[in-house]
């Protein structure tokens, strides 16, 4: 795993939890206390997590520190929450709020990337990048589609750009809140299954509740 710039990981946190007054002081004096915000993409920080600790079981993975041993480059940058930091984004996507870009987050990337010489050996084929959002590195995925993808689906991405060949499907959370109540299936004669829009996806949750 690269040892990236602290902007990339615990500074996303930080600009997040900034950019909603949850912070004054950045950087925080001790990393272990920045949580990260919600659950549905935090693959991103399990897997960093995970490799930077000590007591971390070998039996899956094994981090070396020489990378002529390596059989892959881990990049760690926390891209879907890095979507989000600012919260209020205009219609096309791009950042609505002062101080924190996005986009220029990943071109940053790319950067520190192109100055890394395992990187220009072979063009990032043997990279690895979490990108769980559908829009995570949006700007860039052309540049880094060469590399193995830690993606939610492939249906949102274009063929060209995924592969269920070479990338692998992250399972996560969704965001809306289950529903609990009796729904009353047992008497019915037939059930429907509706498969939902992503673009409405708290509408499916008020269909259910309503026709149940």
């Known amino acids: 795993m690269y040892d990236l710039p602290r902007k990339f990981t615990y500074g996303v946190i930080e600009s997040y939890a900034v950019a909603r007054g949850e912070l004054e002081k950045v950087p925080v004096d001790d990393v272990s206390a920045l949580k990260y915000p919600g659950h549905q993409h935090s693959g991103e920080r399990y897997s960093f997590s995970a490799l930077i600790r000590e007591d971390r079981d070998e039996r899956f993975v094994v981090r070396v520190s020489d990378p002529r041993k390596a059989d892959l480059f881990y990049v760690p940058f926390f891209s879907s929450l890095s979507l989000v930091v600012n919260p209020i984004r205009v219609a096309n996507g791009d950042d609505a709020g002062p101080g924190y870009s996005d986009e220029e987050m990943q071109e940053s990337l790319m950067q520190w990337l192109g100055q890394q ?60 809140r289950s529903y609990s109540r009796e729904v009353g ?3 019915r004669k037939s059930l429907l299954f509706f498969i939902g829009n992503w673009y409405c996806k708290e509408m499916l949750l008020v269909f259910s509740v309503k026709n149940s």
């Open 117 to 176: 010489e395992n990187w220009k050996r072979n063009n990032g084929w043997d990279h690895v990048f979490i990108c769980q959002d559908p829009n995570a590195l949006r700007l860039i995925i052309d540049r880094v589609k060469n590399g193995i993808l830690l993606v939610s689906d492939f249906g949102r991405l274009r063929s060209d750009t995924t592969s269920s060949v070479k990338d692998v499907i992250l399972p996560y959370a969704h965001r809306i």
């Open 185 to 187: 299936v047992e008497d």
